[in-house]
């Protein structure tokens, strides 16, 4: 087996692309609509859609502007080889960082979290290059 990808509903398909691709670095795969069926599919990743990389589904249903997250659902995490940076530049990027960058509670990782534009939260590890994860170089 081989994961593929996370499927998050979104509210505003254009907004959300442009959060995960001016904010966090990655890249539109590839798009398409469904007209008959009134949604609309983004496939995100990085380096390219590398095949051994998971990938981020966008669902935009037509109509439907926001979701209730329930209270089941965790977070996304990134591998980042520097979270204080990554966080710095998400900022300037007009991201929303909700917990900066510094060691996790009794630990020594280095994480932070920000929020996408519908409240899904997004966890930065940091890790040595080459020790996986990917984006916000």
């Not at 080889?81 to 960082?97: L, Q, R, S, T, W």
């Not at 510094?102 to 519908?118: H, L, M, S």
Request: charged share 20%; glycine share 14%; proline share 4%.
């Amino acid at each position: 087996m081989k994961f593929l990808h996370t499927m998050l509903r979104v509210g505003n398909l254009q907004r959300s692309i442009d959060f995960y691709t001016q904010v966090l670095g990655m890249q539109l795969l590839r798009q398409s609509e469904n007209p008959e069926y009134k949604y609309s599919l983004a496939f995100l990743g990085f380096d390219g859609g590398n095949p051994g990389q998971a990938e981020i589904e966008l669902t935009y249903n037509w109509g439907t502007e926001s979701y209730d997250h329930g209270n089941a659902y965790g977070h996304i995490a990134l591998g980042v080889p520097d979270a204080y940076a990554a966080c710095e530049k998400i900022k300037a990027a007009g991201g929303n960082v909700t917990r900066e960058a510094g060691p996790v509670k009794g630990g020594t990782t280095v994480i932070a979290f920000v929020t996408d534009p519908d409240g899904y939260k997004i966890e930065l590890i940091q890790r040595a290059e080459g020790t996986g994860g990917a984006g916000l170089r």
